[in-house]
């Protein structure tokens, strides 16, 4: 494997909670896609469960070297999670340009993500690696 990029972000879940508070749907719609949305409304603590995907997308984000900038939207970048899986991620749109721009010929991306949360913290990390593929 060869890495390409590794990132990381911390979120507090409080200020999530307030920024749902304060702009509720607007927010939500703008960050998280349906699917997401869905998963996490079905959670007792809603906040903490948004802090947690805000953090992975943040952290692949960083891990592509580009945050939101050069067209990349926050529904871009879109969580996937089984019941009692780990989590994975899927990239759209810009996103996926930019990872296709920075994968040389022959190799296959793969997107590790890891996530915990001790409240009032989210914490995750993003490795996004190639490997050659196989003739």
């Known amino acids: 494997d060869m890495i390409l990029g590794i990132g990381n972000d911390l979120v507090d879940c409080r200020r999530i909670e307030k920024t749902l508070e304060r702009?509720?749907?607007?927010?939500?719609?703008?960050?998280?896609?349906?699917?997401?949305?869905?998963?996490?409304?079905?959670?007792?603590?809603?906040?903490?469960?948004?802090?947690?995907?805000?953090?992975?997308?943040?952290?692949?984000?960083?891990?592509?070297?580009?945050?939101?900038?050069?067209?990349?939207?926050?529904?871009?970048?879109?969580i996937f999670r089984e019941f009692k899986s780990a989590p994975r991620a899927e990239l759209f749109g810009a996103a996926r340009d930019v990872i296709k721009s920075q994968t040389p010929a022959g190799y296959t991306v793969h997107l590790h993500i890891s996530v915990s949360d001790e409240w009032p913290y989210a914490q995750a990390f993003a490795i996004i690696s190639v490997t050659p593929n196989l003739i």
């Open 23 to 78: 702009f509720g749907a607007r927010f939500v719609n703008r960050v998280f896609t349906p699917q997401e949305q869905k998963r996490i409304n079905q959670q007792s603590n809603q906040a903490a469960g948004y802090a947690k995907l805000f953090a992975m997308k943040e952290a692949i984000l960083k891990a592509l070297g580009t945050g939101l900038a050069g067209g990349i939207m926050w529904h871009d970048v879109e």
